[in-house]
């Protein structure tokens, strides 16, 4: 294989993985959900910048209330449960893959939705990775 054709063939494959990023965008939507629309989160309206996301198979911690992930602009992540809705009024929008999502001023809580999975990071570092199939929290 002459050396062109290498450097041709890495080209092309380098844009190719490229192209997705290019539409990708930085969004400050208060309600989103994942392009499978499993993941749905939305940004807190009260008690300071936070999120909350449900994601499939995250366990039940009580009887009450559906499990969600729960992400302040400072701490770890938690899981509990949640049967009100304490997230701002609107339409959920669709991210796409690459879209970074801000939550609070200055982007407190920063999320990038991924093929993998949704990734929020708070100021602290901490956060979670949510997908479909596992959801860790770090």
């Known amino acids: 294989m002459r050396p062109s054709s290498v450097l041709t063939g890495g080209l092309v494959a380098a844009l190719a993985v490229a192209v ?7 969004v400050r939507y208060h ?7 499993k993941i749905a989160c939305y940004q807190m309206k009260y008690g300071g910048p936070a999120v909350e996301c449900s994601v499939p198979g995250l366990p ?5 209330g559906d499990p969600i992930i729960h992400l302040s ?3 770890h992540a ?6 009100d809705f304490p997230g701002y009024p609107g339409t959920q929008r669709k991210l796409a893959y690459g879209d970074r999502w801000y939550t609070g001023k200055g982007g407190k ?3 990038t939705m991924r093929t993998s999975g949704l ?6 570092g901490h956060g979670f990775r949510a997908a ?7």
């Open 20 to 26: 997705p990023a290019a539409d990708a965008k930085t």
């Open 31 to 37: 309600n989103v959900v994942s392009p499978s629309g």
């Open 60 to 64: 039940r911690v009580t009887d009450f």
């Open 73 to 75: 602009a400072r701490g």
């Open 78 to 83: 938690k899981i509990g449960a949640r049967s």
């Open 109 to 111: 809580i920063r999320c």
């Open 119 to 124: 990734t929020c990071v708070n100021r602290d």
């Open 132 to 138: 479909a199939n596992a959801t860790k929290r770090f």
